[in-house]
């Protein structure tokens, strides 16, 4: 009788000990027991829960994981998300599909379909196909919805229809290793696409020859990342291999406004939801800085350790900058309204 008593006293595999915190001990079904260093991606949902990918980058096998936690400040604890999952190769880029589809552009040459299900405390498979013949280096959801882009380093572009399940699309317009597509906000058929060819295309999935060739004389080195300007249409930023950041307009390239933020490569940006947007922009020189509307510096961060890979504006705080890198880092920025002086790495929380 003393020993099932005992027993009784013993707490199950995840039920909380007095004084400690239930939610650590919570850890959803099929999460990991232990999240890859390197972070890759980080999206916030609408409502705040928070996105993270992460890879294994040593080692004998490349395996990599996702991860959506609802207190995006306790990430990356693995014991406070809400699900997580281990996937079969590294992340390079992953990003929402409405609520509960989460699309990966993984290392293995899949795109991946996951999406959350019981109460969003597991992450279950709905496709991973095989099209591409590489890594697949980059994503980005149609403004639809229901159709999505790819990129990777078989020089390729896929268009995808995700409810079918299936490409729609697949073009070689380039001679390089694709290193980043942007879906345009406000068209449902147009995005950009760059590559290690030094090429930069328009596309409208419409037109019978659906990629133009951008040429930018602002920088002539190869272009690494892009991101569309969220209130117009045909303005877009570039982000080169040494650090430079150029603002586009497509209808008038030549009168680019360009300026040197980085010291090495631009891994990637956001725009922020502000009237006049805020542009945050990482790199591999292990910096976060944001622009403000006229190309001028309001914030800069160089907390990071490592390549600095994913970044994503607060939905709840248009101040808040989240961002994530290969230091296993997820650091959250207060960054300053765009009438302060420019602020140091003082302004942080992690």
């Known amino acids: 009788a003393a020993a099932a008593a005992m027993d009784a006293a013993k707490p199950n595999p995840g ?3 007095d004084g400690e915190a239930g939610s650590e001990w919570s850890i959803p079904p099929n999460a990991p027991a232990c999240m890859e260093r390197h972070l890759d991606g980080a999206h916030y949902r609408a409502d705040g829960a928070l996105l993270l990918g992460a890879s294994s980058l040593s080692g004998r096998c490349w395996v990599g994981s996702i991860w959506v936690f609802k207190d ?7 014991g406070f998300c809400s699900a997580g999952v281990q996937t079969e190769a590294g992340i390079a880029d992953l990003k929402w599909v409405d609520d509960k589809g989460i699309l990966v552009a993984s290392d293995s040459g899949a795109l991946e379909l996951w999406e959350l299900d019981e109460n969003e405390t597991l992450i279950v498979n709905k496709f991973c196909k095989y099209e591409h ?3 697949v280096t980059t994503v980005s959801v149609l403004a639809n919805n229901t159709q999505a882009v790819s990129g990777s380093k078989d020089f390729s572009v896929k268009i995808w229809d995700i409810p079918q399940e299936t490409v729609l699309n697949s073009y070689r317009a380039h001679s390089g ?7 345009c906000p406000g068209k449902d058929t147009v995005f950009l696409s760059c590559a290690e060819d030094s090429r930069i295309l328009l596309w409208d999935t419409r037109s019978p020859k659906p990629a133009t060739r951008i040429t930018c004389g602002a920088s002539s080195n190869l272009c690494l990342s892009l991101v569309w300007h969220p209130h117009q249409n045909d303005t877009f930023v570039l982000g080169d291999e040494n650090g430079t950041v150029v603002l586009i307009d497509s209808k008038k390239p030549d009168s680019a406004l360009s300026t040197a933020v980085h010291s090495r490569s631009v891994t990637g940006f956001a725009f922020s939801a502000h009237s006049s947007p805020l542009l945050a922009s990482i790199s591999e020189d292990c910096s976060v800085v944001v622009l403000d509307s006229s190309f001028s510096e309001v914030f800069r961060n160089r907390s990071h350790r490592d390549f600095v890979k994913g970044l994503s504006w607060s939905p709840s705080d248009k101040g808040s900058l989240t961002t994530v890198g290969w230091d296993h880092q997820v650091l959250h920025h207060v960054v300053p309204a765009q009438n302060s002086h ?8 992690v």
């Open 72 to 78: 995006p400040s306790k990430a990356p604890n693995e």
């Open 133 to 135: 013949d590489d890594i």
């Open 342 to 349: 420019p602020s140091t790495n003082s302004d942080i929380t």
């Open 177 to 183: 290793q694709v290193t980043c597509v942007t879906s």
């Open 15 to 17: 039920q909380a000990v």
